[in-house]
């Protein structure tokens, strides 16, 4: 399948001055994505995550047409994004974190309302993909308010809406869910499901939330001073650390009572709650033998193992490369 967005060695450099003396200033480049090379195919939905400074943010202004890469190719349903990038409008939708694309002043409909003649959006068009984002979203009761007035997960939810109006093929999303609280975090990730399995968007997701990752994203790509480091299945993040292993699982054994630390081989008790005991063991072994062991040893009454988080991973990861 030819890839939606494609990327080939791709590098952006920026010329950084500093001053050395009184009147001295000395230039010196800084490689802010260097040498980024991916391709995501029509209806993938990707969690592209990495630190602050790590290279996420200029590579989707890349994408966008915000900025000019000075190096490599770039795509973006077959456009060059610097070159073409009010036609490149017309095919995504972008969400920046707290960077509000609605009109602050006016009520969200006329926001809206504008959107749709800037875009050109048909009227029933228009109004079908409204209808839609009004009810998933929950923004009924918004849609007379001044966006000013607007909470920020309240305006979030706005910004997600506008940035579909026009039924774009790609959405790029950052940070779609800072300021929910957990209902509206829900909402908001089951309607980004629906719409990537309904209408076959796709979506490049940036979050710190990464529930958000782990809930909506089978593919993740992390980044790292400008250089891809990892592009693969979310489960295989696991392994990806510097250890091979992907740290340790953990066994959470729910006894009859209280008992002392639990003792099986392959195990390490790292906590103990009355009769709830925490049993950490490396994530690259399987559990069946564990269990086993414990069922058989000690009186039993429920079980469930847990993977490692991958915050934890990822921060492994980085300290390896280190």
């Known amino acids: 399948m030819e890839p939606l967005i494609e990327l080939?060695?791709?590098?952006?450099?920026?010329?950084?001055?500093?001053r050395t003396g009184l009147l001295r200033r000395e230039k010196r480049q800084v490689k802010a994505v260097d040498g980024l090379s991916f391709e995501i195919a029509r209806g993938e939905m990707v969690g592209y995550i990495g630190p602050n400074g790590a290279g996420k943010s200029t590579t989707i202004?890349?994408?966008?047409?915000?900025?000019?890469?000075?190096?490599?190719?770039?795509?973006?349903?077959?456009?060059?994004?610097?070159?073409e990038r009010t036609r490149l409008a017309h095919r995504?939708?972008?969400?920046?974190?707290?960077?509000?694309?609605?009109?602050?002043?006016?009520?969200?409909?006329?926001?809206?309302?504008?959107?749709?003649r800037m875009y050109r959006i048909p009227?029933?068009?228009?109004?079908?993909?409204?209808?839609?984002?009004?009810?998933?979203?929950?923004?009924?009761?918004?849609?007379?308010?001044?966006?000013?007035?607007?909470?920020?997960?309240?305006?979030?939810?706005?910004?997600?809406?506008?940035?579909?109006?026009?039924?774009?093929?790609?959405?790029?999303?950052?940070?779609?869910?800072?300021?929910?609280?957990?209902?509206?975090?829900?909402?908001?990730?089951?309607f980004l499901r629906e719409l990537n399995r309904e209408q076959g968007t796709t979506v490049?997701?940036?979050?710190?939330?990464?529930?958000?990752?782990?809930?909506?994203?089978?593919?993740?790509?992390?980044?790292?001073?400008?250089?891809?480091?990892?592009?693969?299945a979310l489960a295989g993040l696991h392994a990806a650390g510097p250890d091979g292993g992907g740290?340790?699982?953990?066994?959470?054994?729910?006894?009859e009572r209280d008992l002392p630390p639990i003792t099986v081989p392959g195990a390490r008790v790292v906590k103990v709650e009355g009769?709830?005991?925490?049993?950490?063991?490396?994530?690259?072994?399987s559990a069946a033998p564990l269990v086993a062991a414990v069922a058989a040893r000690y009186p039993l009454?429920?079980?469930?193992?847990?993977?490692?988080?991958i915050e934890d991973v990822i921060a492994r990861m980085y300290a390896g490369r280190e």
């Open 247 to 255: 740290g340790e699982r953990t066994l959470v054994v729910d006894l």
């Open 92 to 116: 995504i939708g972008v969400v920046f974190g707290q960077r509000t694309t609605l009109w602050w002043d006016l009520p969200l409909k006329d926001s809206y309302g504008l959107m749709r």
């Open 275 to 285: 009769p709830r005991q925490w049993l950490a063991f490396p994530a690259a072994e």
């Open 8 to 18: 080939a060695d791709v590098r952006k450099v920026f010329d950084v001055r500093r």
């Open 204 to 232: 490049l997701l940036t979050t710190h939330d990464l529930q958000d990752i782990e809930q909506l994203c089978e593919r993740v790509m992390v980044i790292d001073h400008g250089r891809l480091v990892y592009d693969g």
């Open 301 to 309: 009454v429920d079980l469930s193992v847990r993977e490692p988080d």
């Open 123 to 190: 009227a029933d068009r228009f109004r079908a993909n409204l209808e839609r984002c009004v009810e998933r979203l929950d923004l009924g009761a918004l849609l007379d308010v001044p966006v000013r007035q607007l909470s920020l997960g309240q305006r979030m939810r706005g910004d997600i809406a506008a940035a579909l109006l026009h039924d774009p093929d790609v959405l790029y999303l950052d940070e779609p869910t800072i300021g929910l609280d957990v209902v509206s975090k829900a909402k908001v990730r089951g």
């Open 61 to 83: 202004k890349m994408l966008t047409g915000i900025l000019t890469p000075s190096g490599g190719l770039l795509r973006v349903a077959g456009i060059d994004p610097a070159r």
